[in-house]
Nanobody, 124 residues
Framework: QESLVESGGGSVQAGESLRLSCTHPRPHHQYSLAWFRQAPGKEREGVAAISANGRSAYGDFVEGRFTISKDNAKTTLYLQLTDLKAEDTAVYYC???????????????????WGQGTQVTVSS
């Protein structure tokens, strides 16, 4: 059974940075990969994604603060978070789909493999 494992969450002050990691046991070129987040009482929203064909997408709220990348050799997906704000506080999830997503990269229903999530807490 395929699984994803996130790490790197934590508690930081506003303006600080974190790097989230997500490990996956299969070659990344076969998968579209994404980061989502969910804050208490809110719906899950797309943060950033990379399709299997290399196309990337970011949520409007990112505004250049976050960067998604992957290390194919290590089968690891990363999310670099900079200039964090209190409203970035959420559980961050890694997701994957074994397909090239042309549209809907940031739509959670398009992914069928999920990690357990890692908490990011930002204090103002």
């Amino acid at each position: 059974q395929e699984s994803l494992v996130e790490s790197g969450g934590g508690s930081v002050q506003a303006g600080e940075s974190l790097r989230l990691s997500c490990t996956h046991p299969r070659p990344h070129h076969q998968y579209s990969l994404a980061w989502f987040r969910q804050a208490p009482g809110k719906e899950r929203e797309g943060v950033a994604a990379i399709s299997a064909n290399g196309r990337s997408a970011y949520g409007d709220f990112v505004e250049g603060r976050f960067t998604i990348s992957k290390d194919n050799a290590k089968t690891t997906l990363y999310l670099q978070l900079t200039d964090l704000k209190a409203e970035d506080t959420a559980v961050y999830y890694c997701a994957a789909r074994r397909a090239i997503l042309i549209n809907g990269l940031l739509v959670p229903e398009n992914y069928h493999i999920w990690g357990q999530g890692t908490q990011v807490t930002v204090s103002s």
